[in-house]
Every structure is written in structure tokens, then in C-alpha cells.
């Protein structure tokens, strides 16, 4: 069922992609075996893909946001090399909407700050956010 969530991420229909980002964010919260199980079968860098892409409007932006803070959320922390390729995708979503003021921009920043939290319970974690940023 992991597998196909994630196929879904990357579909064109933006309805389907953003319930597949929502359903793996929510799955990926339940803890760490399924977060992991999301996490192997690719879903860190196909949602930041759709953080970056923003074409598919504010809303889908913010969903993506929100899942990578669960998909970087838990103990056992995640793989620091599963990590790293959406590091630069947090760095520029803070840069995004470190202004913003209100409604969705306010949320996909908040999504973005938790996410980049989670990371920094690691050392590597810190180090990767302020290397890149």
C-alpha cells in the first residue's frame, strides 16, 4: 500500500498528488516503522518535488510541507543520507516564505520551521540546514 501512495505522489492530476501527500503525511505520523517504510520506497524526494514545483498552488505547497515534517519526525530519527537530498528544498522554502503573513504561505513556513526542528535533533541534521543555508 506504501508503494502505491507514493506512486501517487508524482501523479499529474494535482487532486490525487495532493491526497497521496496528505495520506503519506499522515501515515508517515503513526510512527517510525511506517514513516520508514514511506521513506524507502521514495517519498522524501518525490515531495519535495512538490514543494519546489509550486505550480500546483499554495494549498498543495503546504500539504508537501507538512508531510516532509512528518517524513523528518520520530524516533528513531530518519536516515541522515535519506535526508540530505530534500535539505536544500527546506532552506529555499524558508527563504520562500520567511516573510510571509498570513493564511497558507504562514503554514507552509511553519511545516517547513517543525521539519527543519526534527532534522535538528540530529547533529548531522544541523550541520546539513547550516551548510546549506
Known sequence: VLEQIVRHIGSADTDLLQQAVWAAGYIASDGAPLRDGLVNAGALPLVAAVVDDGTRGIAVTRTACWALSSLCRGKP???????KPVIPTLVRTLRQFGHAVDG???GALIDTLLACSNLCE???????IVTCG
Open 122 to 128: 540530529q547533529k548531522e541534521g544541523i550541520e546539513l
Open 104 to 106: 497558507d504561505e504562514v
Open 77 to 83: 530519527p530518519v536516515a541522515i543520507d535519506a535526508i
